[in-house]
């Protein structure tokens, strides 16, 4: 089946910082997804990215649909105490048609 | 906008009991997921429904089934829970399967003894 490697595992950042993740697979995706779980809950799409090199940004969130089609980044922008909380991307290419999802990226920030 | 709401949210079992977890969705949407969610994993799909009246296994079926009761519902069930199963189920749904985002439940938090 495919697979999602997404990294960072982990960052502590300090407020005002900006912040940097990414996923690669290892097969071609036509569609990936940034999702931000907060705790206790499901969780909550950010960004939808439909076409390599599709670059879409949301408040301080940047993603982008690698050329390559096998990766995506997502970026926030000076970050604030209520971005904590675990980033996933999720794929989806054109054969199996249901989401693969990374790991996540547990993001802290220090006030 | 209650979106897609799942009951119970927290639940202990023994080994070898059963269990059903229910899922409502009140968006008019066709397609219903079953996902678990487990330390350093991310997201497995359990089973899906594209619509209603079809239910698919996804990545992790073993020791599940699913029903789509109608198009709003969709429930899990564990016949003989296993510790294994312990986990956090989340069910989603979205307007299609293919390439629509899911939208999320806030998840059931299950123990097995």
């Known amino acids: 089946g495919q697979q999602l490697n997404q990294s960072p595992q982990s960052m502590f950042i300090q407020e005002g910082e900006d912040v940097s993740m990414n996923c690669t697979s290892s097969?071609?995706?036509?569609?990936w997804l940034w999702y931000k779980q907060e705790p206790g809950e499901g969780p909550v799409l950010l960004i939808a990215?439909?076409?390599?090199?599709e670059l879409t940004s949301n408040g301080r969130l940047t993603a982008q649909f690698g050329i390559t089609r096998k990766d995506s980044f997502l970026n926030i922008s000076a970050s604030i105490p209520s971005d904590v909380g675990i980033y996933f991307c999720?794929?989806?290419?054109?054969?199996?048609?249901?989401?693969?999802f990374g790991q996540g990226t547990i993001l802290t920030v220090h006030p | 906008n209650a979106g897609v709401t799942q009951t119970p949210k927290f639940q202990v079992l023994k080994t070898g009991q059963s269990m059903t977890l229910q899922c409502a969705q009140d968006?008019?949407?066709?397609?219903m997921y079953w996902y678990r969610q487990d330390p350093g994993m991310g997201l497995r799909l359990i089973y899906y429904?594209?619509?209603?009246?079809?239910?698919d296994k996804g990545e992790v079926p073993n020791g599940y089934n699913v029903s789509r009761l109608n198009k709003r519902e969709f429930s899990l069930r564990l016949e003989s829970a296993a510790p294994s199963q312990t986990s956090v189920y989340f069910c989603?749904?979205?307007?299609?399967?293919?390439?629509?985002?899911?939208?999320f439940g806030d998840g059931t938090r299950l123990s097995i003894l």
């Open positions: 989603a749904s979205s307007v299609e399967i293919s390439p629509q985002p899911q939208h």
């Open positions: 097969s071609i995706f036509n569609t």
């Open positions: 990215l439909y076409k390599a090199g």
């Open positions: 999720a794929g989806r290419d054109t054969s199996y048609g249901k989401l693969t």
């Open positions: 968006m008019n949407h066709n397609s």
């Open positions: 429904s594209a619509s209603e009246g079809t239910t």
